[in-house]
């Protein structure tokens, strides 16, 4: 699998993702900044969250193959900037989570907001159900290069 580097507030089921995408790996490698299992880096959400981490994105996603912007679909707003993906030198992949728990209108919202940070395509998917998560396993290693 590619090389992906998940970026999303606490909660938003970056863990989650990333054990389905990787439940056939079992390389797991602690570092002080990032967290991660296979080929997934899992970033804390303090990145997001508190002030700003940008740089350390940055400096993460350097050994990545792909990145993730992740939004809840029952989000109430984005903590990810508008046009954010433009400061990664890589493909970046919207998308929203938690599909089972939204309405549809929610789940229009959260594409909507994720649209504004620049990340293309946005999937759909629900961790809980698997709903999109094969087609996001595909899109990964065919924005990351490889198969
Ligand atoms: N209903 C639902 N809950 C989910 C989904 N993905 C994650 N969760 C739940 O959301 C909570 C936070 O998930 P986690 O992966 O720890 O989020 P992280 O902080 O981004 O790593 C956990 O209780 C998960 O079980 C999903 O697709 N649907
Ligand atoms: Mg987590």
Request: negative net charge.
């Amino acid at each position: 699998m590619a090389a992906v580097l998940m970026v999303g507030s606490v909660g938003v089921g970056k863990t989650t993702l990333t054990q389905r995408l990787t439940d056939r790996d079992i390389e797991y490698v602690k570092t002080q900044a990032t967290y991660r299992e296979g080929d997934v880096f899992d970033t804390p959400g303090e990145y997001l969250d508190g002030p700003f981490h940008k740089q350390a994105l940055q400096l993460t996603s350097a050994e990545a193959d792909v990145i993730l912007f992740l939004l809840a679909a029952d989000a109430l707003e984005c903590r990810i900037p508008p046009g954010f993906s433009s400061f990664f030198m890589k493909p970046v992949i919207g998308v929203v989570t938690k599909k089972d728990m939204a309405t549809e209108d929610e789940v229009e919202r959260s594409i909507t907001l994720l649209e504004q940070t620049g990340a293309h395509p946005i999937l759909v998917i629900s961790a809980m159900t698997g709903e999109g998560i094969e087609e996001l396993s595909q899109l990964i290693n065919a924005e990351g290069g490889t198969s």
